[in-house]
């Protein structure tokens, strides 16, 4: 599976950017996607999963309200639209899907558990 992440920018604080993330390869083969950033100097945070099949999302409490992640199965693409945006939103943001049944917060939130990661894109949000 090979991810392609897209959409990122520079944009004013309050402000909005939809990122894209396409699958290619097998992406039948995949159970839930993902969204995480890392800023400098930080570890990778979670930002977002959604089931591949179900639809159910999961969102730490930092982006919920703010930001939503939606999919497009005939596309084979995540969305992920940051509505809303802060300088600490600033951050590399990467999309990573995951071959194994994940049915809780934890299991999508924790990065070790995702097979494939896609190249990141930038995101910069200035105040």
């Known amino acids: 599976v090979q991810l392609q992440a897209s959409g990122g920018g520079l944009v004013q604080a309050g402000g909005s950017l939809r990122l894209s993330c396409a699958a290619s390869?097998?992406?039948?083969?995949?159970?839930?996607m993902g969204w995480f950033r890392q800023a400098p100097g930080k570890e990778r945070e979670f930002v977002a999963a959604?089931?591949?099949?179900?639809?159910?999302?999961y969102y730490p409490d930092s982006v919920k309200g703010r930001f939503t992640i939606s999919r497009d199965n005939a596309k084979n693409t995540v969305y992920l639209q940051m509505n809303s945006l802060k300088p600490e939103d600033t951050a590399v943001y990467y999309c990573?899907?995951?071959?194994?049944?994940?049915?809780?917060?934890?299991?999508?939130?924790?990065?070790?558990?995702?097979?494939?990661w896609g190249q990141g894109t930038q995101v910069t949000v200035s105040s």
């Open positions: 959604i089931s591949w099949s179900g639809g159910r999302l």
């Open positions: 990573a899907a995951v071959q194994n049944y994940c049915s809780e917060y934890g299991c999508y939130a924790t990065s070790a558990g995702y097979d494939y």
């Open positions: 390869g097998r992406p039948f083969s995949i159970h839930g």
